[in-house]
């Protein structure tokens, strides 16, 4: 799609706006599978949390992708898709047994990753086949705010505690159906993540009834022009060798399985935001923008970057700005950027906006989320509405003249 394409959405549905480009969700889905081909079997289990859009979820499915969820309501959503239950798997943390057991009953695969919730589920429900999420203690990429497999970190049952884990399942009869880690996003050295899986291949040793492995996500995917990302080819090359060796000396041929949901949908994404002010102080020029972290939280959140272009004056002379929102506390998007120059009134694009963005958008300073618009076949197509002041008021209790001034009680 072309940056006119994106202006004329803007024109059409307002701004801000979120655009997804379908063609781009598909041949990152598709690059992904081609690098493991040479495992037979492959199940992409599309990380939802990363963008949920209903209609999105029916494009994953569509692919063949299978859903990975982390919440009840998650699951309900891929089912609504039309994903089969056992297309699905639960991958929660510190979540309770009860909503464990409600998306069990829905018939979702499980996957539980603390030692607590295994036994108490695997005693209530021994013939459940569930799945274990394991914490191989490694660090993949360098920001601790995004590393999950590490020493401190709250995810997955420690390979330290393998021995406990083993009693819980001998002493339950609980059948263990897969074993799975995720070391958190980022993944920039390869070698980290291989010499991960080389624990988890040593640790499923010990479960005798595996139908597959799953290694999580985390692939690093380009923020800039020249920026580095996980090399998928070379990965898949050297992953899917050592898995197939591990079939073998485990004498069946199991399901390599993965849950991507930045390398599937973050560049497909783009946000769109309109230039209100243009202010110059006396060292910086700002660019203010008709959003703020209420709709894009990620810079102010973990400090990611999203380049930004200006797609109304793509060839204007290249100036140093500040772009910032309009939000009632600092909301800076980026701080002295070359951009191409501004005026009020342009349209701002923020790439590598599909995964996190608009999942993570909320309602603060009573704005409204922004509609969401997926681009396919060449034609631009609504899938969430701007949300109106009914949205904001809803589920607000009308309490009446809670306050009004009670009369006063005439003296007698
Ligand atoms: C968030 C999450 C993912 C997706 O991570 P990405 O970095 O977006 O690919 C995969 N698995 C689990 C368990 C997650 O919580």
């Known amino acids: 799609m072309t940056q006119n394409d994106l202006l004329q959405i803007a024109k059409t549905y307002g701004d801000p706006v979120y655009v997804y480009d379908a063609e781009k969700i598909i041949s990152q889905f598709n690059r992904l599978t081609n690098a493991f081909n040479d495992v037979k079997k492959l199940k992409l289990n599309y990380a939802c949390k990363a963008l949920s859009n209903i209609t999105i979820l029916k494009l994953m499915n569509s692919l063949g992708s299978g859903l990975d969820t982390v919440s009840i309501q998650e699951v309900q959503l891929g089912l609504l898709a039309g994903f089969k239950p056992e297309n699905i798997i639960f ?8 909503e464990i057991e409600e998306a069990s009953k829905l018939g979702v695969r499980i996957n539980i990753d603390n030692l607590s919730v295994l036994e108490q589920f695997g005693s209530k429900h021994p013939n459940v086949p569930v799945c274990i999420r394991i914490n191989p203690h490694v660090m993949a990429g360098g920001n601790s705010n995004i590393s999950v497999g590490h020493i401190d970190s709250k995810f997955g049952i420690s390979i330290h505690q393998i021995p406990h884990l083993l009693r819980i399942v001998e002493l339950t009869k609980m059948n263990i159906n897969g074993i799975h880690m995720h070391t958190g996003s980022d993944i920039l050295d390869i070698d980290v993540f291989l010499y991960a899986s080389e624990i988890l291949f040593e640790t499923a040793k010990n479960f005798k009834n595996l139908d597959f492995i799953d290694f999580g996500s985390g692939f690093k995917v380009p923020y800039k022009e020249a920026d580095i ?9 050297k992953l899917s060798e050592k898995f197939n060796s591990f079939c073998k000396e485990y004498g069946k041929e199991l399901t390599l399985a993965f849950e991507p949901g930045k390398f ?12 209100n002010v243009v202010k110059q102080t006396t060292s910086t020029v700002f660019a203010s923008i008709d959003s703020g972290f209420n709709h894009l939280i990620r810079p102010m959140l973990y400090g990611s970057y999203h380049q930004i272009e200006n797609i109304s004056n793509p060839e204007g002379r290249e100036r140093y700005y500040s772009v910032v929102g309009y939000i009632c506390e600092t909301d800076t ?3 002295n950027r070359r951009i191409n120059e501004i005026s009020e009134g342009d349209i701002l694009r923020f790439k590598n906006a599909g995964a996190y963005c608009f999942t993570m958008a909320s309602n603060y300073n009573s704005r409204f989320r922004p509609p969401e618009v997926l681009w396919y076949n060449g034609e631009a197509i609504l899938i969430r509405e701007r949300e109106t002041f009914d949205d904001i008021t809803k589920n607000q209790v009308d309490t009446k003249n809670l306050f009004a001034k009670k009369e006063k009680a005439v003296a007698k």
Do not use: M, Y
């Not at 599937?264 to 230039?275: D, I, N, Q, Y």
């Open 91 to 98: 991958t929660p943390n510190g979540v309770s047994l009860e």
């Open 229 to 237: 990302e996980t090399n998928i080819e070379e990965l898949g090359k």
């Open 264 to 275: 599937l949908v973050s560049e497909a994404g783009s946000f769109l935001a309109k230039v």
């Open 333 to 335: 998007f980026a701080s």
